[in-house]
């Protein structure tokens, strides 16, 4: 009994010596060559022990080729499972690497790898397309954020270009004396230097607040106050227009106070009201309302009459250097805010108070909404 355990452990220990020297001789072979030496090496061990247990034993040769064959399919059994599996890695292991190699080159949707994969490999396979996913988003922000970049160079190169055109004529017609109104020259100049320093001051606002914003001290902010003084300092634009400027806020003394900046939000909100007010016909109304919603947050609405936006056009409301104006007058020009900055300046500013902005049509036209959290107790 004791030889047979002897030469037992021999001959497993040699074929697993065997085994361990061809594994590590195709170590970096494919994952399918290393599982299928995996899966024959105990199958050959146990093969040897038991045909050297057989003859030790001195049983049957029926006996001993019943046992032999039982062994063998097990170890074919083995052999195809292992090729299987090995299969499975593989198809998966290669889908992975193709995945690693569009990563961040290609945003596409991949082709399904076919047939099953382990859990883990299919795990990895759903990050690295979540991965793939939030890359192709980040991609298309980047194209649309350097599509705006170049619509406001040239939308700012004309605003500029025209008021300055337009300054030059007169200087050279005051220069040569065939401009009788000298005053009204002047005071035209006047203008126009006050409209390019709009625009610069714009320009400026906006890169402040697409840089890192620096701490700022912030306070108690009363949006119903502050919506009656925006509507108060544009009744005369308003008027001057046309346009019918409403307030519209909830009865009681709620304050409707959010925490921020109250010349930033005052900003913002003269925006969009300035903004209502030049898209609206003569005859129309400009609604801005304040109220509080069911879970806290203040809201503040502007509604004008301008018709609607486009449906097309509706995500690209906010974007920087749009506008809704097809043409590019010197007229236009002065009464837009900004170059088509001032929707883009406002949705800065109210994202930097952890707010939200959105655009909707309604009936006879659109709805600026911004969205605020209040003031914490």
Not at 111 to 125: D, N, W, Y
């Amino acid at each position: 009994m004791a030889t047979i355990l002897a030469l037992t452990t021999l001959w497993t220990l040699v074929v697993a010596g065997v085994g361990a020297a061809v594994l590590w001789r195709f170590r970096r072979r494919s994952l399918r060559v290393t599982m299928i030496v995996v899966a024959l090496a105990p199958m050959v061990a146990a093969l040897a022990a038991v045909l050297q247990s057989v003859r030790a034993m001195f049983i049957s040769q029926h006996d001993s080729w019943v046992v032999l064959w039982t062994l063998a399919f097990a170890a074919l059994l083995g052999l195809l499972m292992s090729v299987l599996l090995g299969q499975w890695i593989s198809t998966g292991s290669r889908d992975v690497g193709r995945r690693l190699r569009h990563l961040g080159t290609s945003y596409e949707e991949p082709e399904i790898a076919g047939g099953a994969v382990p859990a883990e490999l299919a795990e990895l396979t759903d990050e690295l397309e979540m991965t793939r996913k939030k890359l192709a988003a980040s991609h298309e922000r980047e194209r649309a954020l350097e599509t705006s970049r170049r619509e406001l160079v040239a939308f700012m190169s004309h605003d500029l270009r025209t008021p300055l055109a337009g300054l030059r004529a007169v200087s050279e017609g005051l220069e040569d004396g065939v401009i009788d109104d000298v005053p009204g020259a002047l005071r035209q100049m006047r203008s126009t230097v006050d409209r390019m320093t709009g625009l610069v001051d714009d320009l400026f606002e906006l890169s402040r607040l697409s840089a890192a914003p620096p701490p700022r001290r912030r306070s108690a902010v009363s949006l119903r106050e502050l919506a009656e003084d925006v509507a108060g300092e544009n009744n005369e634009h308003a008027r001057a227009e046309g346009v019918q400027l409403s307030v519209s806020t909830p009865d009681g003394d709620d304050r409707l106070a959010v925490q921020g900046d109250p010349d930033e939000l005052t900003r913002a909100v003269t925006n969009l009201v300035g903004n209502a007010i030049r898209h609206t016909a003569p005859g129309g109304t400009v609604t801005l309302a304040v109220d509080r919603e069911t879970d806290g947050r203040v809201r503040l609405a502007v509604t004008d009459g301008c018709g609607g936006i486009p449906a097309d056009d509706l995500e690209r409301v906010f974007d920087v250097g749009w506008r809704g104006d097809e043409q590019r007058t010197p007229e236009t020009a002065a009464a837009s805010s900004g170059g088509g900055l001032g929707l883009a300046i406002a949705r800065g500013v109210v994202e930097s108070h952890d707010g939200k902005i959105a655009v909707s049509n309604v009936d006879g036209g659109c709805a600026f909404e911004i969205d605020l959290p209040p003031v914490h107790s």
